[in-house]
């Protein structure tokens, strides 16, 4: 790991800090969408001592539920995202206590403490994943300025900043998973021990659990962590044991969704989606509707990921260099992104609904921003040209973020009501509904609305957000502070940065990896 690893160890910690100060400011605190409103009931459901069955949503009785053998209703989700929200759902409970007995679930769509605690979750979660991205470049042999612009990117340059201040959704927590899983199996062919393979397992094992759709990712861990290290030839034996300790992190996860299908359907693999009121086939049926679907995801001005996760375009731009320098790592995560990317084109509701961006596709976002760094290191040099592209990629990207997180995404939903326009249309883009929100100064932050949601606290939270923005500065201070004396042992010759190299050609990038 380049850098004192204390050093390391202070920055991701400032970084941390400073993430979450800041998806903090930008908070919502209530439901737009009805998934929220299935994990709430989940969640409370397995707080509360009532195992797996919820109560369906009102307005919406047949949606994502399915009768199981007992009778009873049970969410076509697994159980993963709602056992890592219980300590949130907890944390409602007690605030509901103080604020005069609140104690029942809400309704979705009316602001309450529930739904306040609950939209908590996933700014850790994403805050994180943004320091994992930071620890694996870094592990990775770049610096820590490098690595921090890259996973400051990533925080404020995707679409999970939205998910991270706006959301109660899973997506974060799989790609959590998805990271961790990769970031430990690289720590093994670095030389750590073989538990931490049985991490990685874990880890994706876990998500797994969170999303069953987290399988795809299986066979490309496997083979990363068979790849042979340089200078190491490949031999069958410990090749069979490293997949051993891998398999056992993620097989007693699998067995548990399993247990957890036949416990609720009567078999180990019916999800639930199947067996809803109604449902339709659930992958599209020919090439049409796929490539459709596979056009949504990439370009549309609704949902592709070229406008609501940016940055991913740098990373393909640098893919060819990263693959010179790590090609095992080059595989895993283009490879990874390729299969979400063309499962979730043929699932037969690839937009995700009504949420920010393509969501099903959100665990992808951190792997396929790995290769960039190279655009943000001070040992690469670039041309004017490329230095320009760069900094308007980063500054379109963090734009359309914070058009994101600071409107509620459900208004534009609701005024369009056409789902094709909204995905498919430029002039129904809901980045140009946000930009029409905020120009009208429809603003939808948790801190306009606290007496709707803990009210008689509002001097109290307003003193609250005051202290964060001073906390997010200083830690934003010692994150600085600690990359840019990183920055001139790189400038010095001490760090293991890649030298200086001529300026990058699109697709021709030359100079050391």
């Known amino acids: 790991m380049s850098g004192n690893g204390r050093s390391t160890r202070l920055a991701a910690a400032a970084l941390f800090i400073f993430v979450t100060a800041i998806y903090l400011q930008t908070f919502g605190a209530v439901f737009q969408s009805i998934d929220e409103d299935i994990y709430l009931r989940m969640t409370r459901s397995l707080v509360e001592g009532e195992g797996f069955a ?147 397992g874990a880890f994706l094992g876990w998500g797994v659990l969170t999303k069953v759709t987290a399988l795809a990712l299986v066979p490309w861990l496997a083979l ?7 200078g190491r030839p490949l031999r069958l034996r410990p090749a069979l044991a490293r997949l051993a300790w891998l398999a056992a992190g993620i097989v007693p996860f699998a067995v548990a969704l399993m247990t957890y299908n036949y416990t609720r359907f009567g078999s180990p693999l019916t999800t639930g989606y199947e067996l809803e009121s109604g449902a339709m086939s659930l992958t599209t049926d020919g090439p049409a509707p796929f490539l459709l679907g596979l056009f949504g995801l990439l370009l549309s001005p609704g949902k592709g990921l070229a406008l609501y996760a940016t940055p991913i375009l740098l990373g393909l731009w640098a893919a060819p260099r990263f693959w010179r320098a790590h090609p095992p790592e080059a595989l895993f ?59 308007g990629v980063t500054a379109l990207s963090v734009a359309i973020q914070l058009l994101g997180v600071l409107p509620s995404y459900l208004e534009w939903y609701m005024t369009v009501g056409d789902y094709n326009l909204v995905y498919f249309s430029p002039l129904h883009s809901p980045i140009v509904g946000h930009w029409l929100a905020v120009a009208g100064g429809r603003i939808d932050l948790f801190w306009n609305k606290t007496d709707f949601v803990l009210p008689g606290y509002a001097p109290l939270l307003a003193a609250a957000r005051w202290v964060l923005l001073v906390v997010a500065i200083a830690a934003g201070w010692m994150m600085w502070r600690l990359t840019r004396a990183d920055l001139g042992g790189s400038i010095a010759g001490g760090t293991t940065e890649t030298a200086p190299a001529a300026p990058l050609q699109p697709g021709n990038e030359g100079g050391n990896g």
């Open 333 to 391: 995560v283009l490879g990874a992104g390729l299969t979400t990317l063309t499962g979730v084109a043929m699932w037969r509701d690839w937009s995700g609904g009504w949420c920010w961006g393509p969501r099903l596709v959100l665990d992808a976002v951190p792997l396929l921003l790995v290769p960039q760094h190279p655009f943000f290191s001070p040992s690469v040099a670039l041309g004017r040209g490329q230095r320009r592209a760069i900094v």
């Open 54 to 200: 919820i109560t369906p949503v009102e307005y919406a009785p047949a949606f994502s539920v399915a009768r199981g053998l007992d009778g009873q209703m049970y969410a076509n989700r697994p159980p993963g995202f709602p056992i890592v929200a219980a300590p949130f759902y907890l944390l409602g409970k007690a605030l509901a206590s103080l604020d005069g007995g609140l104690a029942a679930p809400p309704l979705s769509g009316d602001p309450s403490v529930f739904e306040f605690s609950l939209t908590l979750a996933n700014m850790p979660i994403v805050a994180v994943t943004v320091v994992l991205l930071f620890l694996t470049l870094v592990r990775l042999g770049y610096g820590r300025p490098a690595s921090a612009a890259v996973a400051l990117l990533l925080a404020f340059g995707t679409m999970l900043w939205s998910y991270a201040s706006k959301s109660f959704f899973a997506e974060p927590l799989l790609a959590l998973c998805g990271l961790a899983a990769f970031y430990l199996a690289l720590r093994h062919r670095q030389g750590a021990s073989r538990w931490t393979l049985l991490a990685a």
């Open 224 to 230: 990363y962590v068979i790849w042979p290290v340089p």
